[in-house]
């Protein structure tokens, strides 16, 4: 137990001071934390700057984010460590960055042995005497036994489904719709009486867990089941009255993941009246933007040699071109899928509102520290992207909403730049929990820094965090080296990107902050190129024998025998289509069962041996 330095000074001060610290010394650990914050987590996922106060989008209705964000403090210039869902949940939730677990995949994260000795963010709080409580997608690979009491798993429904398999939405035209139910997907959830597959069967909606689906009941706007996200909301409201109603005994640590505006965009049709496509006003796209980038040369391998290729193009690009083939021009098309964005937004907002509401209207509000964020952005055309997984503005800022009563000044503005990494260490702080998170000497420290000064000062305050936000990019490989990847660093006025083939960018944000002309080849600029890659060598490990232990590949030999069923599993082929779209041998967009155990079969002989694939698969 910590002693504070008043009760250091009343100890020594008083005749009976032995005595009172035996007493303290002797209650009980649930008693001592029950002074101690409650923590609410809110992550949605895929969630960029189109909420309200972030300047992302002028048409964004998120009013109960903009509640939370008058009352706490916001982070304009928060960023995500890692792009995409997997690796940058990890590193949120264990307070590691990728490049120090060897995590930039989707290989489940307590395979590597840095981040299973090392105590996730609810284990941490646990340990500590909290009631650790989790709903919905949280980390991307859900371990039951981290949390005291979860209530949903993670489900990306609804979807559409013939009986067979899982289709995007009905509305969504060729050859978009054939990405898949959930890259792919996009409209109001409305009644599907009467609406046929391309292959003319009968339509339903489907939802849930990969493991277990259900049909979810549409019959009217207001006679149907609730989505996953407001079931999510619906659980989260009932156990926070019911803390509420616990007052005095030990705190809790809440997460609250979210799946909106994850794809497919599929929510209730009042939330798309909300946005008339006809009036979408479309982000400003420079004309030719792509052309002065590199992430292409990292990512798009023409001929398909490696299974993150989409043929010659990488998976932002190849959805971009595939929405705008798709309807009668690009600005048709980012309307339509814009409007959807926006809507799985508010959708999401509604029950955000619902969760303050409780909180706001009981004794917890007093006692509650809330963080809203997400586990990266989003790409909505700018520089021919649809997509994350870019080490751009566009995906690697997220929305980062702090409120800490008595610690955070309400309307608060932080706008150096700061990461998901910090979030951690700050509940540390702002909780009274020691920072003793390794399980073992196999296990790493945490990388952030707390950021409570800034919550208690925002403009002024001093941190003890590095001047630029740090982003490494996800590739597939079989194996990570952290010394020979990609990176981002982003400062108060300066973005630097060095891919893993030497290639660099630079942009001036402050002039530039749609970084739309690359500055690195600019000699004028050639003193702030130097200075920013010497930044990044400093902070990266610099040699091979720095990798970390990574789990082995472990491939199913059953996979290559025999397809999963359809039905469940044609979600997770649509995944894997999404993830290897080459596996799509005869190039018609679609990625029958025969293809996928091809290409699966393949890859984990590949896997198997260790090897890089040489040729296609």
Not at 367 to 378: A, E, P, Q, V, Y
Not at 519 to 526: F, K
Not at 557 to 563: E, F
Not at 577 to 587: E, G, I
Request: hydrophobic share 35%.
């Amino acid at each position: 137990m910590k002693i504070t330095n008043a009760a250091k000074r009343a100890i020594k001060s008083s005749p009976a001071r032995w005595l009172l610290v035996a007493l303290l010394v002797a209650i009980p650990l649930s008693a001592r934390s029950a002074d101690r914050p409650n923590v609410l987590l809110i992550i949605c996922d895929d969630l960029n700057d189109y909420i309200e106060g972030f300047g992302g989008h002028p048409q964004a209705q998120t009013p109960n984010m903009a509640r939370l964000a008058r009352s706490g403090v916001s982070f304009t210039q928060a960023h995500c460590n890692i792009p995409i869902c997997g690796p940058s949940r990890a590193s949120l939730f264990t307070g590691i960055y990728p490049h120090s677990s060897g995590c930039f995949g989707f290989t489940k994260w307590d395979g590597y042995e840095i981040l299973k000795n090392s105590r996730t963010i609810m284990d941490h709080f646990r340990a500590n005497g909290y009631q650790t409580l989790g709903t919905g997608k949280l980390m991307h690979h859900m371990v039951r036994q981290e949390w005291s009491t979860f209530g949903n798993p993670s489900d990306y429904g609804p979807f559409a489904y013939d009986g067979a398999e899982k289709l995007a939405h009905p509305d969504v035209p060729a050859p978009y719709r054939e990405i898949g139910a959930v890259d792919g997907s996009f409209g109001p959830l409305v009644n599907l009486a009467g609406r046929k597959s391309p292959g003319a069967k009968t339509l339903i909606w489907q939802t849930g867990g990969w493991a277990k689906q259900r049909e979810l009941r549409v019959n009217t706007q207001d006679d149907r089941d609730l989505t996953a996200d407001e079931l999510n909301g619906q659980w989260a409201v009932e156990q926070l009255q019911a803390q509420a109603r616990r007052k005095g005994e030990k705190p809790f640590f809440m997460g609250v993941g979210f799946i909106r505006p994850h794809t497919p965009l599929v929510v209730p049709k009042r939330f798309f009246d909300m946005f008339p496509l006809d009036a979408i006003k479309l982000p400003e796209i420079r004309k030719g933007d792509v052309e002065d980038t590199h992430a292409r040369s990292v990512r798009a391998i023409p001929g398909g040699a490696e299974p993150s290729a989409s043929r010659t193009e990488d998976m932002g690009t190849h959805l971009f071109n595939t929405l705008v083939k798709s309807y009668k021009s690009r600005d048709h098309a980012l309307r339509h899928f814009i409007q959807a964005y926006l809507a799985s937004v508010t959708s999401v907002d509604e029950q955000i509102g619902r969760i303050l509401d409780v909180i706001d209207h009981s004794p917890l509000k007093e006692n509650t520290i809330i963080i809203l964020t997400s586990d990266h952005g989003w790409g909505m055309g700018e520089k021919d992207y649809l997509y994350k997984n870019s080490l751009w503005q566009e995906s690697t800022r997220v929305p980062l909403v702090i409120r800490a009563p008595d610690t955070g000044k309400p309307s608060g503005v932080v706008t150096r730049p700061v990461s998901l990494i910090d979030i951690y260490p700050t509940l540390i702080d702002l909780c009274g929990l020691d920072n003793k998170t390794m399980k073992n000497d196999k296990g790493h420290p945490l990388d952030g820094h707390s950021l409570k000064p800034l919550l208690e000062k925002p403009a002024q305050g001093k941190w003890s965090g590095p001047d630029a936000a740090l982003t490494a990019l996800y590739k597939w490989r079989m194996k990570y080296n952290p010394s020979q990847e990609s990176y981002s660093l982003r400062s108060d006025n300066w973005r630097y990107i060095r891919y893993e083939n030497g290639k660099e960018e630079l942009y001036a944000t402050s002039e530039d902050p749609h970084e739309w002309i690359n500055l690195a080849g600019n000699p004028s600029h050639s003193a702030t190129l130097i200075s920013l890659r010497q930044q990044l060598l400093t902070r990266i490990p610099s040699a091979e024998s720095s990798v970390p232990a990574q789990p082995a590949f472990k491939p199913k030999a059953a996979a290559s025998k025999k397809p999963p069923a359809k039905g469940d599993a044609k979600a997770w082929k649509d995944k894997y289509f999404s993830m290897h779209p080459q596996a799509d041998r005869n190039k018609d967009g679609k990625l029958t069962w025969p293809e996928y155990k091809a290409h699966k079969s393949a890859l984990d002989a590949l896997q198997s041996r260790g090897a890089k694939p040489k040729v296609k698969p």
